[in-house]
């Protein structure tokens, strides 16, 4: 997220078919009405789902997701492993709200993708 807050993202994006990632509110919620499922996200979390979102279907390294949220590398013994810790949160959560997709893939060695299409307010579906 580079330079930017949580407080600076003022867009909601939809994950997917049953997804809706609100970056403002820091929350994740189910797109239909009929469904109550929400999530409440820790800012470090928005962030780390936010530099996902923005890179859909692309692979990221651990110390790109580190460098998106800087609360991760302040003063930790173990920064690859508070990344670990927050995409583990993540995807329980997205796990949480839509239990029929695996939105963030874990590639050992490699890094992590959302692997689902994005859309942002006024804009079309990004696809892989």
């Avoid at 927050?86 to 939105?103: F, G, K, M, N, Q």
Wanted: proline share 5%.
């Amino acid at each position: 997220m580079n330079n930017e807050t949580c407080c600076d993202i003022l867009q909601s994006f939809r994950l997917g078919t049953h997804v809706v990632f609100d970056a403002a509110r820091l929350r994740l919620l189910h797109t239909s009405t009929a469904v109550k499922r929400h999530r409440d996200l820790s800012p470090v979390q928005a962030q780390v789902l936010y530099r996902l979102v923005r890179s859909s279907w692309v692979i990221l390294p651990q110390n790109e997701l580190l460098s998106s949220a800087p609360a991760l590398s302040e003063g930790t013994w173990s920064a690859s492993a508070d990344v670990a810790q927050v995409v583990l949160e993540l995807r329980r959560a997205l796990e949480h709200i839509d239990p029929s997709t695996c939105y963030i893939r874990i590639l050992p060695r490699l890094g992590y993708a959302l692997t689902a299409n994005v859309w942002s307010a006024n804009s079309q579906p990004r696809l892989p």
